[in-house]
């Protein structure tokens, strides 16, 4: 597993920020390039046993020795454990958030062993146990972490009106370190 160094990815995320103090780039007016503090230990641990899981490595050390959030893709990183704060709307991302932390959700088993392309017809609540959403990609389009079954660890992308849910990083480290060298 590949190691993160907090004060580099915070001096990307704020030189990141001196580029585009307009926040044109897509999902910079929600997260507005802030990191919240890292987790601690216990918090993470707290977590993990009220939901009966144990998080991907990748995704564990990040929240642990980076942040909570919300500085990402899309419109960021969901945190962890404590909500995103009341916005004057509501966003269906907040509903995502709430339905990941219903009891057993998140240790279910992953219904997939295959990527769904295209058009999906299924329910997505049917499609996502064993996944936390980590972003909003706008549009009803969502990046889940597997959590369970031989797939932990990859993020999918759900997109059920056109992409289907499909892998798109085969770990976190690869998928939030791509967004940092993007510019």
């Not at 907090?6 to 030189?15: F, H, K, P, S």
């Not at 998080?55 to 893709?73: D, H, I, K």
């Not at 990527?115 to 969502?142: H, K, N, Q, V, W």
Request: with cysteine.
């Amino acid at each position: 597993m590949e190691s993160w160094d907090e004060g580099e990815v915070r001096a990307r995320i704020r030189e990141m920020a001196a580029r585009a103090p307009e926040r044109a780039r897509f999902g910079a007016d929600t997260h507005r390039y802030e990191l919240a503090p890292p987790l601690p230990e216990a918090e993470i641990r707290a977590f993990e046993e009220e939901h009966g899981v144990e998080l991907p490595a990748e995704y564990r050390s990040f929240v642990a020795e980076v942040g909570n959030g919300p500085a990402g893709p899309g419109h960021g990183l969901m945190p962890l454990t404590v909500p995103r704060p009341e916005a004057d709307e509501e966003w269906a991302v907040d509903d995502e958030w709430k339905e990941d932390r219903l009891p057993g959700r998140l240790a279910a088993p992953f219904p997939l062993t295959e990527p769904l392309p295209g058009r999906i017809d299924i329910p997505t609540d049917e499609l996502t146990p064993g996944t936390l959403m980590l972003a909003d990609e706008g549009c009803g389009i969502y990046m889940r972490l597997i959590l369970t079954g031989p797939r932990a660890g990859e993020l999918w992308r759900i997109d059920p009106d056109w992409g289907g849910f499909v892998p798109v990083s085969p770990g976190f480290h690869a998928w939030y370190t791509g967004w940092l060298q993007r510019l």
